[in-house]
């Protein structure tokens, strides 16, 4: 079985990959399980520039959805 990162260890590669503090909140919320439309709806702001801050984590991170939605973060 792979051991999934801490949490703190996760962060730590978030800011290493120079996301911003919008994109590092939208990043936690993913890992927490909100859908786009709750992102946009809590942090009052359009599901296009939600889907934006996704598009731009992932290039920076070079990762799919897939493997950001897998880890968990409280």
């Given at each position: 079985e792979v051991e999934r990162p801490k949490q703190s260890d996760f962060m730590q590669a978030l800011?290493?990959?120079a996301?911003?503090?919008r994109e590092l909140v939208v990043?936690?919320?993913i890992g927490q399980g909100?859908?786009?439309r709750e992102i946009s709806?809590?942090?009052y702001i359009s599901?296009?520039?939600v889907k934006t801050h996704i598009n731009r984590i992932y290039s920076k991170l070079g990762i799919n959805a897939g493997m950001l939605s897998e880890w968990r973060l409280s």
């Open positions: 800011r290493d990959y996301l911003t503090k990043a936690k919320m909100f859908t786009n709806a809590k942090l599901l296009a520039t």
